[in-house]
């Protein structure tokens, strides 16, 4: 899936860790799912959008 | 599966001598048992088994009395990359230890060779061990670099 999470956390200008520690999952997770090397599961993904306050396809699309 | 992160915090002072004590404790019991093993060298028997025993001691001693206080839980860790990691180098180090098994079968069948069944399995124990471990750091490297 490709996503633009990577923009949303530089505009709130949180770090990889800020988001990880927010979301409750480690650092690499978040860097993973940035670089698309990683789905994130559904409530992780939900949990991604509730926390940018949009809608989780706002942040994930499918290729 | 969780994922646990170490804090900076730290457990009181009584709970780390009672991890020690544990651990003491744990290694002086198995030391013995190995030492009763083999009463004619009993020293030598329980100072390897007081060697083997000391480290898993201490980190059950640190487990049971210390990490509640010093290590947290991730409040959705089973949701990380590392529980993807873990199980593609559990799965792969399986279905090598598994083509090992056979090989090894094929050979000792073929050639019609005995060996002795403890150091086979100890064997096969370190393989899947190291494999799984190596097997996680390359999959972890990949999906980082």
């Not at chain 1, 090397?37 to 699309?61: G, N, Q, V, Y």
């Not at chain 2, 509640?68 to 593609?88: F, Y």
């Not at chain 2, 069948?109 to 086979?120: M, N």
Request: proline share 3%; aromatic share 6%; with cysteine.
């Amino acid at each position: 899936m490709k996503n633009n999470l990577a923009e949303r956390r530089s505009g709130r200008s949180w770090t990889q860790a800020d988001l990880a520690a927010a979301v409750g999952v480690s650092r690499q997770t978040i860097i993973s799912i940035e670089r698309e090397k990683f789905d994130p599961s559904l409530p992780l993904a939900f949990l991604i959008a509730r926390t940018f306050d949009c809608a989780i396809e706002d942040i994930f699309t499918p290729e | 599966m969780s994922k646990a992160s170490f804090t900076s915090r730290r457990a009181p002072a009584h709970h780390y001598v009672l991890a020690i004590i544990l651990a003491a404790i744990l290694t002086i019991v198995v030391s013995v048992l190995v030492g009763a093993t083999n009463p004619n060298d009993f020293w030598l028997a329980a100072s390897i088994g007081a060697l083997c025993a000391a480290y898993p001691a201490m980190s059950l001693g640190a487990k049971v009395f210390v990490s509640n206080h010093t290590v947290t839980l991730d409040a959705h860790g089973e949701q990380s990359v590392e529980l993807q990691w873990m199980r593609q180098a559990g799965a792969g180090a399986f279905l090598d230890v598994l083509v090992v098994i056979v090989v090894a079968s094929l050979v000792l069948a073929i050639g019609r060779l005995e060996v002795d069944a403890l150091p086979i399995l100890l064997g096969l124990v370190a393989l899947s061990a190291v494999d799984a471990g190596l097997r996680y750091v390359a999959v972890r490297h990949r999906a980082l670099k």
